[in-house]
């Protein structure tokens, strides 16, 4: 408002402040030691819930992983030992042809 204007003094009832109620109305009984206690107890059994609920989808989720992986492994593991084995009978086989050709170029 700019000062040249006038300032109504006129409280009608639809202009007036709204009271507020008494606080002692509106005011909550205080919450016991016992009452905080058992609401954080309740507080954590909740995140202890939800946090149990996602390590058991992620183990979940890790132990589906591996029951896929497992023919792949198994399947890897099978020719390694083919694998294996070829080498085996190479490196004998290389043995033996190494022992014939000392004897032979020593006779």
Known sequence: M??????????????????RPDRQRLARPRQTPQQLAAKANRALGWEMTVRLGINLGLSLVALAALVRL????QDQRQALVEIESAVR???????????????????
């Open 2 to 19: 700019s000062l040249s204007q006038p300032v109504s003094l006129d409280y009608s009832p639809a202009s007036a402040p709204v009271t």
């Open 70 to 73: 497992l023919p792949h492994y």
């Open 89 to 107: 009978s190479l490196l004998l086989r290389r043995a033996i042809c190494k022992k014939n050709l000392v004897a032979t170029l020593t006779r």
